[in-house]
């Protein structure tokens, strides 16, 4: 995930030079021009007046960059070997291992724990739960002379909302909302970065869906696509763009939906996010169902089945069955439609997806007996 720090956190860091060692921050220079644009403003206006070479004091404050761009990099290095070695330990024995062992306690690990949890949030969602909580413990014993005090409140902000959305897909709503009122107040805590803001709004937008609270969501989604367009950040934009076609598809405007997966669909990074990519697709073959267009879904899900055939897994495969059992009803196929249905709750179930097996049981019940 890359969240942009606010100019208070890169001012924070390079006011004072000397003082400095290490800071994680060389990762994200690395990818993002803009805020190696901002961080150059900054630093123009710091030097600015000084009785000081500019140049020279630019190519100082870059080689404190370079020096905790190395460091950065290390962490992240070293972050799947620490995966590895805290997996092959029960689970109370891996907080212990957190608390007690300086090694462990790195950002390029708090980064892959919370990215573990994101990935998992489909396939296994106490497993995702698992890995937030962790990243959580992990958050306390974080240096904050490193770090940073409020970016790490930004971190355990994302925890709290990366459990709140586990919780979320298994349907527990109640934990899911005081998650998020958890996270909320530690964002308030941090930076005040505008994209870390709306990365959780959006996170939120999905639970309010969930609780058919559909104003809610649909402002939270208007406020988040708003921002990620206005930063320029593409790849959260077609995640909202997705998200919010699925609000419009719950509350029966289906093409409303398919116009805007129309738009997020060439913002998709496939190399980097193959999973949202395979979202939206399946997103759009169900909207052409829902409106009627059978024969141009069916047409549509033949030629991306290939992208279907990436995600084995129950969640996936079971979504693939739903949206052609949607389409054999709509041209008449009424037993292949049951059949059909039948494999996609039995998937759901096993997907521990309670929420989404009990519509298909309802679409069951809703077939006619021919």
């Known amino acids: 995930m890359q969240i942009h720090p606010s100019?208070?956190?890169?001012?924070?860091?390079?006011?004072?030079?000397?003082?400095?060692?290490?800071?994680p921050l060389r990762d994200h220079l690395d990818r993002c021009s803009r805020c190696?644009?901002?961080l150059r403003a900054l630093l123009s206006a710091y030097?600015?007046?000084r009785p000081l070479d500019y140049d020279t004091a630019l190519d100082r404050s870059f080689g404190f960059v370079q020096n905790w761009q190395r460091i950065y990099a290390k962490e992240r290095a070293e972050a799947q070997g620490l995966f590895s070695a805290l997996q092959s330990h029960p689970a109370g024995r891996q907080q212990l291992l957190l608390r007690n062992h300086p090694r462990f306690q790195t950002w390029g690990l708090f980064d892959l724990l919370l990215r573990q949890s994101h990935e998992q949030v489909f396939l296994d969602t106490e497993k995702s739960e698992e890995w937030a909580r962790l990243a959580l413990v992990l958050s306390y014993y974080l240096d904050a002379a490193v770090y940073g005090m409020e970016r790490i409140e930004d971190l355990r902000a994302r925890a709290w909302a990366f459990m709140g959305n586990a919780r979320?897909?298994?349907?527990?709503?109640a934990g899911a909302d005081q998650a998020f009122e958890t996270a909320f107040l530690h964002l308030r805590k941090g930076t005040g970065e505008i994209l870390e803001r709306a990365v959780l709004l959006h996170l939120k937008a999905s639970l309010r869906r969930l609780q058919r609270r559909f104003d809610e969501a649909r402002q939270l989604l208007q406020r988040t696509i708003a921002v990620f367009k206005e930063t320029g950040e593409?790849?959260?934009?077609?995640?909202?763009?997705v998200t919010m076609s699925v609000l419009l598809h719950?509350?029966?405007?289906?093409?409303?939906?398919?116009?805007l997966l129309k738009e997020a669909i060439p913002m998709v990074d496939?190399?980097?996010?193959?999973?949202?990519?395979f979202c939206a697709w399946h997103n759009l073959v169900d909207d052409l169902a829902s409106t009627g267009r059978f024969m141009e879904a069916r047409g549509l899900l033949a030629k991306v089945r290939p992208l279907y055939r990436q995600f084995p897994e129950p969640w996936a495969q079971s979504r693939m069955k739903w949206v052609e059992a949607k389409i054999s009803r709509g041209l008449g196929h009424y037993q292949e439609a049951r059949v059909l249905l039948q494999e996609a709750h039995g998937g759901l179930l096993a997907a521990k997806l309670p929420h989404d097996?009990?519509?298909?049981?309802?679409?069951?019940?809703?077939?006619?007996?021919?």
């Open 234 to 241: 593409q790849h959260y934009t077609s995640r909202s763009l």
């Open 36 to 38: 190696r644009k901002r």
């Open 357 to 370: 097996a009990a519509l298909v049981s309802s679409e069951i019940l809703t077939l006619p007996v021919r």
């Open 250 to 259: 719950v509350q029966g405007e289906p093409e409303k939906a398919i116009f």
């Open 168 to 173: 979320r897909v298994r349907n527990d709503l």
């Open 7 to 23: 100019d208070s956190l890169l001012r924070e860091t390079f006011q004072d030079l000397a003082s400095r060692s290490g800071h």
């Open 270 to 277: 496939a190399a980097l996010e193959p999973r949202a990519l």
């Open 47 to 49: 030097w600015a007046g």
